[in-house]
């Protein structure tokens, strides 16, 4: 029976937008039939924390039949939250891979995290799918979160609709909640649908593009149709119209027919309705309670039947510059976009075919790390279910397990095919933090560990800083970081302590001065002997060559024999002049002294900092005929070089950033005074889609627990961005504290 009402359905294209109820009792197809390119649909589930995401993932899941049941986060049974620190913690950490096949085509639907820390997961998603849906959450509106995703949906063109969800909270306020996105997203937006009410009473809304009205039960699910009430009908009339005129602008031929007639087909609104979220000049806005499954099925509907299908996109461009249509029948190749570990199955990676057919047992080349991969099994998934599966076609998603060489963002292609992907890009870190295991043995475990963690989220960097002998942990916020150290506890059962990373100083002088040192060491036998007198000044790129120093009354004139200009690799230069005359110093001596510079360029003679942008002149010294040697004149050139430097009225250098903040207008105030206590100096303000945003340059050394410190003035509703700026003076009264701390250091040493 239910077969046949799909096939008579089929054959009547009535189920277009969903005007026929007959189409909700079909059940899922007990086998998994092979989708063509043509058939499938991938579809990102985004929005700020607390929007509704994974109870409208259950929801969606639970209307094709894929579940028999709709679990909550509360109880902790949802098919997207099945990681253990999911659980633990009541939020997604990671994005969910789901399918659902609805009126025969597939739906692959990623399930990201709603926390501004996890957005790796979001822009990962936004990549490897073609359409966005992006939840509002109906009682508190735009949220940074949902601003920060859009722009990132705008940055790689990627078309966009909006679920306003959430209609029966009790702070719900439709009318409110569009005008803020009227005024933060544009006059792109459509609306598709309307509530009759919100809050406890939601249970109706009025659909303009069918113009009908759909209402539900207590507990949701098949809605009843109806006509529009006649006090409804002015206002729906008048969105149905601004819709039908948003779809006609995509197609100069609809343009042309609704001029003429005034209206077009469902059809033709199908088509300009697609055509317009390809070229993102309609954004449409429907309107659910996922908790309530009120207006999912509808929006399904739209899902399945409007949003573009993989080939209506256009087609992701190769690293070599190339355009790689989603062709079935071109050469195989797979784009590696996620790895997970997980419980009972281990090593779980994730693809996208960009091209080709993909069958199990197929022998592919890694063209990113040079090696050959057999995927011996290919699965759709569903959470944590992999239903094994013998084909998939360019634009599908699937998983594979158990792979020996592949990382995330490798591309395995067939043999004679030579394409590579790179085309997601993530957001500099936030927050660090230094990193140890609680034993030091466990060291190696631990690195291990954290490059696993890393390609699981490629958001999560590690750093092993020589300089500041330290691993340096960065991520997108404390959240972030403190949901890998739980992992890391309880998963990989090893205990591990964060603690405060140090600063990269750095140390430079700023005024010339001149010392000399003479090494000399006799203890039986051939003895040292080295002696150096050098002058130390600040370079800067494009200064004139040596010619006189005076100091006191005594005049030092320079006869530059060579020049070495060494680049340092923490950035600024060695510059080292030889002015050796009449052979005080063999020239042979030349690169031990240099390397005794380096020493302490390497470990400044302040803090134990890197020392940058200096420039020495060589110009005099003596050897011994038979103890003059390299580690001599090393140790000469090291210690004239410490003591000079200090002469030369020597300076500290802290990082300083670039910082963004977007904050809504009521806090801003406080979010000022706080930066201002950071030691920041605001560079400019201005207004930003219905939000502030305040531009500053911060030390670093300040911005260690900004990220908590911004969430707690701004109950969560901000979010800020870092970059490296430029290296700057530190005031007189930290670098007597640093100075301080260093000597104190020593010593106790």
């Known amino acids: 029976m239910e077969n046949n009402v799909y096939f008579a359905l089929r054959k009547r294209k009535k189920f277009l937008f969903g005007n026929d109820q007959h189409y909700y009792s079909l059940l899922k197809s007990d086998n998994m039939k092979v989708y063509q390119t043509n058939e499938i649909k991938n579809i990102a589930l985004l929005g700020s924390k607390g929007s509704g995401k994974t109870t409208l993932a259950e929801a969606m899941l639970y209307e094709c039949g894929v579940i028999k049941r709709r679990g909550t986060v509360e109880a902790k049974n949802t098919v997207s939250d099945y990681f253990p620190v999911e659980k633990e913690y009541g939020y997604s950490v990671f994005s969910t891979i789901f399918y659902a096949e609805f009126?025969?085509?597939?739906?692959?639907?990623?399930?990201?995290?709603?926390?501004?820390?996890?957005?790796?997961?979001?822009?990962?998603?936004?990549?490897?799918?073609?359409?966005?849906?992006?939840?509002?959450?109906?009682?508190?509106?735009?949220?940074?979160?949902?601003?920060?995703?859009?722009?990132?949906?705008?940055?790689?063109?990627?078309?966009?609709?909006?679920?306003?969800?959430?209609?029966?909270?009790?702070?719900?306020?439709?009318?409110?909640?569009?005008?803020?996105?009227?005024?933060?997203?544009?006059?792109?937006?459509?609306?598709?649908q309307y509530p009759l009410s919100c809050g406890a009473s939601f249970n109706a809304m009025i659909d303009v593009l069918l113009m009908k009205k759909y209402s539900w039960g207590p507990d949701g699910g098949v809605p009843t149709i109806e006509d529009i009430p006649e006090e409804e009908m002015p206002k729906a009339l008048d969105l149905h119209q601004k819709l039908v005129e948003a779809a006609a602008e995509n197609d100069e031929t609809l343009m042309e027919k609704f001029f003429d007639q005034g209206h077009l087909t469902e059809d033709e609104m199908r088509e300009g309705i697609r055509k317009g979220l390809v070229d993102r000049s309609i954004y449409p806005v429907f309107c659910v309670s996922a908790a309530k499954d009120m207006g999912v099925r509808r929006m399904m509907e739209f899902l399945g039947n409007v949003v573009p299908f993989v080939e209506d996109m256009p087609a992701p461009?190769?690293?070599?510059?190339?355009?790689?249509?989603?062709?079935?029948?071109?050469?195989?190749?797979?784009?590696?976009?996620?790895?997970?570990?997980?419980?009972?199955?281990?090593?779980?990676?994730?693809?996208?075919?960009?091209?080709?057919?993909?069958?199990?047992?197929?022998?592919?080349?890694?063209?990113?790390?040079?090696?050959?991969?057999?995927?011996?099994?290919?699965?759709?998934?569903?959470?944590?279910?992999?239903?094994?599966?013998?084909?998939?076609?360019?634009?599908?998603?699937?998983?594979?397990?158990?792979?020996?060489?592949?990382?995330?963002?490798?591309?395995?292609?067939?043999?004679?095919?030579?394409?590579?992907?790179?085309?997601?890009?993530?957001?500099?870190?936030?927050?660090?933090?230094?990193?140890?295991?609680?034993?030091?043995?466990?060291?190696?475990?631990?690195?291990?560990?954290?490059?696993?963690?890393?390609?699981?989220?490629?958001?999560?960097?590690?750093?092993?800083?020589?300089?500041?002998?330290?691993?340096?942990?960065?991520?997108?916020?404390?959240?972030?970081?403190?949901?890998?150290?739980?992992?890391?506890?309880?998963?990989?059962?090893?205990?591990?302590?964060?603690?405060?990373?140090?600063?990269?100083?750095?140390?430079?002088?700023?005024?010339?001065?001149?010392?000399?040192?003479?090494?000399?060491?006799?203890?039986?036998?051939?003895?040292?002997?080295?002696?150096?007198?050098?002058?130390?000044?600040?370079?800067?790129?494009?200064?004139?060559?040596?010619?006189?120093?005076?100091?006191?009354?005594?005049?030092?004139?320079?006869?530059?024999?060579?020049?070495?200009?060494?680049?340092?690799?923490?950035?600024?230069?060695?510059?080292?002049?030889?002015?050796?005359?009449?052979?005080?110093?063999?020239?042979?001596?030349?690169?031990?002294?240099?390397?005794?510079?380096?020493?302490?360029?390497?470990?400044?003679?302040?803090?134990?900092?890197?020392?940058?942008?200096?420039?020495?002149?060589?110009?005099?010294?003596?050897?011994?005929?038979?103890?003059?040697?390299?580690?001599?004149?090393?140790?000469?050139?090291?210690?004239?070089?410490?003591?000079a430097f200090r002469n030369a009225n020597p300076k500290v250098l802290e990082p300083v950033y670039d910082v963004d903040v977007m904050v809504p207008a009521d806090v801003m105030g406080d979010v000022m005074s706080d930066l201002q206590g950071r030691r920041a100096i605001i560079m400019g303000m201005s207004s930003e889609n219905g939000f502030e945003k305040i531009s500053a340059k911060v030390p670093l050394k300040e911005m260690s627990s900004y990220s908590t410190a911004l969430s707690s003035i701004t109950g969560g509703r901000s979010s800020f961005t870092m970059k490296f700026a430029s290296y700057e003076l530190v005031p007189g009264d930290v670098q007597e504290k640093l100075l301080k701390e260093y000597e104190e250091k020593n010593n106790d040493e």
């Open 317 to 643: 461009v190769n690293t070599a510059g190339e355009e790689v249509a989603p062709d079935s029948n071109g050469p195989l190749s797979l784009y590696m976009f996620k790895t997970t570990v997980e419980p009972h199955i281990g090593e779980v990676s994730y693809f996208k075919v960009m091209s080709g057919t993909l069958t199990p047992g197929v022998d592919l080349d890694n063209v990113s790390r040079d090696s050959k991969e057999r995927l011996a099994q290919i699965f759709c998934v569903c959470g944590q279910i992999k239903t094994p599966v013998d084909k998939l076609c360019a634009g599908d998603i699937g998983a594979t397990v158990k792979l020996k060489d592949v990382r995330t963002g490798n591309t395995l292609d067939e043999k004679g095919c030579d394409y590579s992907f790179d085309f997601i890009k993530y957001p500099a870190p936030k927050y660090q933090r230094a990193i140890r295991p609680v034993t030091e043995s466990d060291a190696e475990k631990l690195s291990t560990i954290l490059t696993r963690m890393h390609e699981e989220d490629p958001t999560w960097e590690v750093e092993q800083s020589k300089e500041l002998k330290q691993t340096i942990l960065s991520g997108q916020g404390e959240f972030h970081l403190r949901t890998l150290k739980w992992r890391v506890e309880n998963n990989d059962k090893l205990p591990i302590v964060f603690e405060e990373p140090k600063i990269p100083y750095r140390e430079t002088i700023t005024k010339a001065s001149r010392a000399d040192y003479r090494h000399k060491k006799q203890s039986g036998g051939a003895g040292q002997f080295g002696e150096v007198h050098l002058i130390v000044e600040p370079y800067t790129d494009g200064m004139p060559a040596p010619d006189t120093y005076r100091f006191g009354n005594q005049e030092f004139k320079m006869n530059v024999r060579d020049t070495q200009e060494i680049p340092l690799a923490w950035g600024g230069k060695l510059v080292v002049c030889n002015c050796i005359v009449g052979g005080a110093i063999d020239a042979r001596f030349i690169p031990a002294i240099v390397k005794g510079l380096m020493d302490r360029m390497e470990q400044g003679p302040l803090t134990g900092s890197y020392a940058r942008d200096v420039r020495v002149c060589i110009y005099d010294g003596k050897m011994h005929p038979v103890d003059s040697n390299e580690i001599s004149f090393r140790l000469a050139g090291r210690n004239a070089f410490s003591e």
């Open 103 to 192: 009126l025969n085509k597939k739906l692959n639907v990623i399930d990201c995290p709603g926390a501004d820390d996890f957005v790796g997961n979001a822009i990962t998603a936004l990549n490897v799918t073609d359409t966005g849906v992006i939840l509002i959450n109906a009682q508190y509106g735009v949220e940074v979160g949902t601003q920060n995703i859009f722009r990132t949906a705008s940055s790689i063109n990627k078309p966009i609709m909006f679920a306003v969800n959430q209609l029966d909270g009790d702070k719900a306020d439709f009318e409110n909640v569009y005008e803020q996105m009227k005024d933060v997203f544009g006059n792109k937006l459509v609306q598709i």
